[in-house]
């Protein structure tokens, strides 16, 4: 008998048909012999109708009032779907997040996690109930309602899993798991059995949308297993996990495309210390993540100076820009949008060499500039111009063995 924590996303409860669904899935690990604790999302689309109505309310909406009101949305799925499993004759109770202790801290709309008691699960469970938890909310000390950010019940499902000490936390969304890359831009794109905790949160902060990003720091840290699976249809999923040999035989795990990016140059800066400085403690200030620097060798003390922040960051940050580069006396501010960043990602690159000549080497075979390349241990990123973005990721893809080999046909390698 194992302890499994469910958790279906917004899609897969979205209609009272696909709750039946659900219900019939939870009846049938049930009957199965395993204990089940489930964790719900809103029914899809209505965290964003609930934002709209705030915003129709108030220009400015509090964000105390915020949560009081998002919250409402994962009241409604475990009250249906606790009712849906009571009238199949299986002893299920809904419950909100501050029923099953957990406490966040204040930062309405995007709380973290303090604690969690979970008493009242493991009181539920012991007495042969299916728990079926709001996911996405707490509350604080002061006993208000908290929301942890977009996605947060991925976050909700993993934290009551390593508080549970479940075997396994189970995310059941409309995809059957984590891909090599995005399938609407690489055909050829296949399932990954198994990832690291790492290359995981790589490929969902560079853009692959499957898991909250926190989620799976969360699972990292107390090492839950995560495994991604399809509420709609049977099969393998992917489990997301520590990583093993198996994971570091492979130098790339996955390509990522992201087009969030904009670059910024300051050209002409003089090239003396404390410049970089009183160009990035502004931006610091303003809340605008900076992702890659890069600086060029200087002439005649005057250098570029070139870095990229997030699209929807841009118009606040251009005036801002202009007031700095007067500053520190720049010559010019070049901004570019139709930029893109194209990365690999394995736990493999640790130890194997020559990664990031390959990636170099097949995007010049394919005319592809690169504007700026930043690397970490498990990463390589280039910025390259938006329209040679797909091509790049096929190729790469293609390039680096992870096309999904079609029947009758030979491996690529
Ligand atoms: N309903 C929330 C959202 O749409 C939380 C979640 O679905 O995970 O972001
Ligand atoms: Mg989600």
Redesign the pocket.
């Known amino acids: 008998m194992a302890l499994l924590v469910q958790k279906y ?2 899609t897969s409860v979205g209609t009272i048909e696909r709750i039946h669904r659900v219900a019939e899935r939870v009846a049938q690990s049930h009957r199965a012999g395993d204990q089940v604790v489930v964790v719900l ?2 029914m899809s689309g ?3 109708r609930l934002i709209k109505l705030a915003h129709e309310a108030s220009a400015t909406p509090d964000d105390r009032e915020m949560d009081m009101l ?1 919250s409402t ?2 009241r409604v799925t475990v009250a249906l779907l606790a009712m849906d499993l009571r009238s199949r004759g299986l002893n299920a109770r809904s419950y909100t997040g501050r029923q099953v202790g957990i406490i966040t801290n204040s930062v309405h709309t995007k709380a973290r996690i303090a604690r969690v008691s979970a008493d009242r699960l493991r009181e539920a469970l012991a007495k042969g109930i299916i728990p079926v938890v709001a ?2 909310q707490g509350i604080n000390e002061q006993s208000d309602v908290t929301t942890l950010g ?5 976050l909700s499902a993993v934290a009551l899993a390593a508080a549970l000490k479940a075997d396994r936390c189970v995310i059941f969304t409309d995809v059957d798991g984590v891909y090599t890359s995005d399938p609407n831009v690489v055909p050829a794109a296949r399932r990954i059995d198994k990832i690291s905790y790492e290359e995981m949160l790589e490929m969902a902060s560079l853009g692959a949308k499957v898991l ?1 990003a926190r989620s799976v720091e969360f699972a990292a840290k107390f090492n839950v297993p995560v495994e991604v699976n399809s509420s709609f249809k049977e099969g393998k999923g992917t489990l997301v996990t520590r990583e093993d040999a198996d994971m570091e035989a492979v130098a790339v795990a996955g390509v990522t495309g992201d087009r969030n990016q904009a670059k910024i140059t300051m050209v002409g800066v003089p090239d003396k210390p404390g410049i970089a400085a009183k160009i990035f403690g502004p931006v610091a200030q303003a809340n605008i993540n900076v992702d890659m620097i890069i600086q060029n060798v200087s002439q005649d003390a005057l250098t570029d100076l070139s870095f990229t922040v997030p699209r929807a960051d841009l118009r606040a940050a251009t005036p801002l820009l202009q007031a700095v580069a007067n500053d520190v006396g720049a010559r010019s501010v070049a901004i570019t949008e139709a930029i893109a960043k194209v990365s690999l990602i394995g736990v493999g690159m640790r130890s194997h060499s020559g990664v990031a000549a390959k990636m170099f080497e097949v995007l010049s075979r394919e005319g592809v500039n690169i504007m700026m390349i930043s690397t970490s241990e498990i990463k390589i990123s280039c910025v390259i111009a938006e329209k040679y973005l797909e091509l790049a990721m096929r190729s790469l893809h293609t390039a680096f063995g992870l096309d999904r080999v079609v029947q009758g046909e030979q491996s690529a390698k």
């Open positions: 996303g917004g999302s809103a209505e965290t964003d998002l949305g994962e996911g996405f977009r996605g947060g019940s991925d909250q």
